[in-house]
């Protein structure tokens, strides 16, 4: 009887389905001098629930990653998390 031999980590990781993405919530916006703020949080969203995140906010850093100076389309898939 031989044993069936699983396959190598990384090709079990692609036979996976994707993991659908979102955001937390908020809408942001490049204010001058380049920094990316948080133009409004969306009642009932994630950063909403944390009551921590504010309309206003002025992003610094995400994960520990410093993002002042960045557009607001890099800064995005920071802020992206599983469904």
């Not at 920094?35 to 994630?46: F, H, L, T």
């Amino acid at each position: 009887q031989q044993q069936q031999q699983q396959p190598p980590p990384q090709q079990q990781q692609r036979s996976q389905p994707p993991t659908k993405m979102c955001g937390v919530g908020v809408v942001l916006v490049q204010v001058s001098g380049g920094a990316v703020c948080v133009k409004s949080v969306n009642k009932g969203g994630p950063a909403h629930k944390s009551g921590v995140v504010m309309r206003g906010d002025v992003l610094y850093a995400i994960d520990g990653v410093k993002v002042l100076g960045w557009d607001v389309e890099r800064v995005k898939p920071l802020i992206l998390g599983p469904v």
